[in-house]
Each structure stands twice: as C-alpha cells, then as structure tokens.
C-alpha cells in the first residue's frame, strides 16, 4: 500500500536559520508531489509541486525553495527563515486524482 | 482561476442533531471536489471526493456530500453528529492535473453536548 512520511513533526527555529523538511512517499514511483503551507487561521496555500524529479514548480513567490533528488523524495528548504515562515507544513502526493496528505509538519520561527 | 468559498468559520452543532457545512467552487471546466478533515495538530483525512457520475457522495464516518453544477456548490452532510466530529472541515477542487488542489479557508466545528 502506498505510504507518505514527513518529518520532523515539530520544528523551533530562530529567524535567519536554515531549514530542510523531507517527505518520502513508499508503495507508488513516479508520484506527483506536493509542498502546502497553513498559516495560523488560514485554509491552505500550495507552495510548490512536482511532476519528476528535478522538476518543480512553484505557485507563489516566496523565501522557500523545493528539489526533488529522487522519485519519491521531496525536500521543502530555506537559506534564512523569516518570522513569516512560520506554519504548518503538509506534504502530499496524487494518484488517480485522488490526494493523500502526509501528518504535517508544526513549524514555528522564533 | 479556480477558487472555493465556506462561507461559515464556524459552525456549532449539538450532539446528536444534523449537519450542512457549505462549499461554493469556481472552476472553468469539470472540477474535482473534495472534503477533507483535520483534526488539530494533524494531517488532513479524505471524506470524500467527486469526479463524476452520481450527483451524491457517500465517504467515511457517515458523510455525504452532493453536487449541485447548477449552483456550483458541494455542501457536505451528516445526518447525526458525534462529538468525535469536532475538528477543521476543508473544502477543496481540482481539475486533476499535475497543480494540486485549491481549498477553502476552513469550518471549524464545535459540538456542544
């Protein structure tokens, strides 16, 4: 059966650090992939997706950045975080038109 | 471009008394819809979805949701509610292809006994 993991589950960052989260999707090859942010109070915002790798679209500008090394590897990274940043990150993949989410990852930028 | 509308924030609901959370889309082609659940701190659970054929949805935990083209609506149902229905309702369409979902900004629940 197909399977995503995200991780870490939690994250505290100071402002101006690095970040890299990671989502590895099992079971399936050649996933379309996912990055969507949930800001405090707010519905959910799709940062970027990913049809193959090394291929990434972007829907909004942004201080994050996506690569995709491998099939089933997704990275969501920033150079310096900003206050803004802050949030709840979810991964996803898409099969068949169906969705399936990852559990999230709680960032938040101190 | 595509967009969804939940018009209600919140929605308070007794035990044990039905449930109508709203959903209005905008999408220029056949859209896909779905409802998802987010319980806090978590992920988000699939519903249920509509693609095609049966205007009336049947998903998990007793939910069902109905298509109406004619109003661009896809309002979910439960005819009784539990207080384990206390959680983050999100709308969402698609058009299937490679650019993910658009969702509403969310109905959070709250069942009162």
């Known amino acids: 059966s197909q399977t995503i993991h995200q991780w870490p589950a939690t994250l505290v960052q100071p402002v101006g650090s690095p970040l890299s989260l990671e989502c590895t999707v099992e079971?399936?090859?050649?996933?379309?992939l996912y990055w969507y942010r949930q800001a405090a109070g707010r519905g959910l915002q799709l940062l970027f997706y990913s049809v193959g790798i090394g291929q990434i679209s972007s829907e909004v500008p942004q201080n994050l950045s996506a690569s995709r090394p491998q099939d089933r590897q997704f990275i969501l990274s920033s150079k310096k975080l900003l206050l803004s940043d802050s949030g709840f990150y979810l991964c996803?993949?898409?099969?068949?038109?169906?969705?399936?989410f990852g559990s999230g990852t709680r960032l938040t930028v101190v | 471009a595509q967009s969804v509308t939940q018009p209600d924030i919140h929605i308070t609901v007794s035990e044990g008394a039905s449930l109508e959370l709203r959903c209005n889309y905008s999408y220029g082609a056949t859209p896909y819809l779905f409802w998802y659940v987010q319980s806090p701190g978590q992920g988000l659970q699939l519903l249920l979805k509509?693609?095609?054929?049966?205007?009336l949805v049947q998903g998990i935990k007793g939910f069902e949701a109905e298509f109406k083209r004619s109003q661009s609506s896809f309002n979910l149902r439960k005819p009784s509610v539990h207080w384990s229905d206390a959680a983050e309702y999100f709308c969402?369409?698609?058009?299937?292809?490679?650019?993910?979902?658009?969702f509403g900004k969310g109905t959070h629940l709250i069942i009162q006994p």
């Open positions: 969402a369409v698609g058009g299937g292809g490679a650019d993910g979902l658009t």
């Open positions: 509509y693609f095609s054929g049966d205007t």
């Open positions: 996803a993949w898409s099969f068949s038109y169906g969705y399936t």
């Open positions: 079971g399936t090859s050649n996933p379309n």
